[in-house]
């Protein structure tokens, strides 16, 4: 079964850090392009970083651009968000995805809530 798995969320101080991690069963992640969004409350579902099979990065949301990083190493299966500076418009849930055999795959979503 191809599924994703993120965890790393919780609750973290305005200017905090936090290490998301998207984990993949059934397929190897060093094949495929991967994605993170996040969707905070009454707003639609965002891209906010994307990178290449080979981890190419191609995508940063202009919001998040200098403070978020998305990270693989293929040697190992994990997908890293790492989120610096975060403020309270960071919070959301967020998704790792990916296209496997055509097919979109999603995570069950972490929850990122940042606040003091």
């Known amino acids: 079964q191809v599924q994703l798995v993120e965890s790393g969320g919780g609750l973290v101080q305005p200017g905090g850090s936090l290490r998301l991690s998207c984990a993949a069963s059934?397929?190897?992640?060093?094949?495929?392009?991967m994605t993170w969004y996040r969707q905070a409350p009454g707003k639609e579902r965002e891209l906010v970083a994307a990178s290449t099979s080979a981890g190419v990065v191609w995508h940063y949301a202009d919001s998040v651009k200098g403070r978020f990083t998305i990270s693989r190493d293929n040697a190992k299966n994990p997908v890293y968000l790492q989120m610096n500076s975060l403020t309270p418009e960071d919070t959301a849930v967020y998704y790792c995805?990916?296209?496997?055999?055509?097919?979109?795959?999603w995570g069950q979503g972490t929850l990122v809530t940042v606040s003091s």
């Open positions: 995805k990916t296209i496997v055999r055509l097919l979109e795959v």
């Open positions: 059934g397929f190897s992640v060093s094949s495929y392009a």
